[in-house]
């Protein structure tokens, strides 16, 4: 095929664990089955597109053909709510929906970057279909997109995530949408969708590894660069597997290798909404993660979160490459806020910045003002911070929000072995 031919050009893969390269149609590294590859675009140059939107860096995205869209990263200097916090130099990289910053995210969050390039490498390639699953937002981006571009896609989701799935345009079949009943369980979700894909032969979108989805959401850093011409000193994020941190640190080593900027990574600062903080507690507390573990407690604990997308019971924390090595390379740090400093924080943004943000963002400008308490960050270094979403705030102001649902539903007692087998093999027959 000569769109796979030209992708091999555009880049390689490095294997994040020995550093051996591969071709652009490699799944995993033969020596570090593990570890995360990453792209090495045959392009060094931090050169963007004269376009406004995500496929300005399409020079650093997998793939050739971009399409119309009007989702992009937004990042801009605050002026009142750095006033408040007494900060000289802070970034707002506004990942939602809302027009009156320039920003038009379709459903509202940074999944809208995974997605489009996800589904457009993906058709690159020769695929035809893909299996995700979701706690919501990637599911709306997801759907967003595939319903954008017309490449049809299989969703799994917990049914506590239903209430967040919504397009602002009427849902096509190219979504499927395969519910849990009674569950609100990010890694069961994943779970089914690998066992979907396994045994129906469709290929799994693969999450963490994915490098259109990691290079996708690295674009908030790269359009720091772009807008503000430097890299900032520190990064904050809400994390729930993790892999926005390791976009980042990814993007950032791209940008400095460019030769355009300092050599200084920008340091990670991630967080979790406690009482589920799996990420924080193994890089604070060497606590390793282990996902199978007092499930029914790590379950009511994820019940408790009112951030309910930092939900993975099962992040990329130690493989090479991944959230550890992150975190290790940029000496980042780890945070756990609470519900009320994260509703504290909504407020804030609101009453600073003139629109509102979901709670997954409240907590990492929560987790801001705890680094500036604890100075992991000073008052006069440069931060960018990361509004991940606003979710349905402002999209339900403009559009008709249209629920998104379920093709299939499985009860919980179908949802491993071989009742999840048989499961599947009746969905897939009728
Ligand atoms: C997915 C998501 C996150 C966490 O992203 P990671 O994959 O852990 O980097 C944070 N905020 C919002 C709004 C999200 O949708």
């Not at 997605?115 to 690159?124: G, K």
């Not at 963490?208 to 720091?224: K, Q, Y």
Request: aromatic letters at 8%; hydrophobic letters at 45%.
């Amino acid at each position: 095929m000569i769109e796979f031919a030209q992708t091999i050009d555009k880049f390689a893969l490095v294997c994040a664990g020995c550093g051996e390269r591969y071709e652009a149609s490699v799944a995993h590294c033969p020596k570090c089955p593990g570890a995360l590859l990453r792209a090495d675009y045959a392009a060094t140059a931090f050169e963007p597109l004269a376009r406004d939107d995500l496929f300005r860096f399409l020079p650093w995205l997998p793939f050739h053909d971009p399409v119309e869209t009007a989702i992009g990263p937004v990042v801009y200097r605050s002026e009142r709510l750095a006033f408040h916090l007494g900060m000289s130099n802070l970034a707002v990289g506004f990942n939602g929906y809302a027009p009156e910053l320039g920003a038009r995210n379709a459903t509202g969050s940074f999944k809208d970057y995974e997605a489009l390039p996800t589904l457009l490498s993906f058709r690159e390639r020769g695929l035809t279909t893909a299996v995700l699953a979701s706690v919501g937002n990637s599911a709306r981006a997801f759907a967003h997109a595939a319903v954008s571009i017309g490449f049809p896609i299989t969703i799994v989701v917990p049914e506590s995530a239903l209430g967040r799935l919504w397009l602002p345009m009427p849902p096509t079949e190219d979504v499927r949408l395969i519910v849990l009943r009674r569950s609100n369980d990010y890694a069961s979700a994943i779970r089914v969708a690998g066992a979907f894909s396994g045994r129906s032969g469709l290929p799994n979108e693969g999450g963490a590894r994915n490098i259109a989805r990691r290079d996708g959401m690295g674009t908030v850093m790269l359009e720091h660069a772009r807008a503000l011409g430097e890299l900032p000193d520190h990064y904050v994020q809400a994390v729930s597997s993790g892999t926005g941190g390791i976009a980042t640190w990814e993007a950032s080593m791209r940008l400095i290798r460019s030769g355009g900027f300092s050599d200084r990574l920008p340091r990670l600062h991630l967080v979790q909404n406690a009482p589920f903080t799996p990420l924080h507690d193994a890089w604070t507390l060497n606590a390793p993660i282990r996902p199978e573990e007092n499930l029914g407690e790590q379950i009511r604990r994820i019940d408790a979160i009112a951030a309910g997308v930092l939900a993975n019971r099962n992040p990329p924390f130690t493989i090479p490459g991944g959230v550890a090595d992150a975190l290790r390379a940029t000496h980042g740090h780890t945070y756990a806020v609470s519900n009320d400093e994260i509703e504290d924080a909504q407020r804030l943004f609101m009453a600073c910045e003139g629109v509102p943000i979901g709670p997954e963002s409240g907590a990492a400008l929560a987790a801001l003002r705890q680094a500036l308490a604890r100075r992991t960050i000073a008052a006069n270094e440069s931060v960018l911070l990361n509004v991940t979403g606003n979710n349905e705030a402002l999209i339900q102001r403009d559009f008709e929000l249209h629920p998104i649902g379920p093709w299939r539903t499985i009860e919980p007692d179908q949802t491993s072995g071989e009742a999840l087998d048989r499961w599947i093999d009746n969905a897939l027959t009728s």
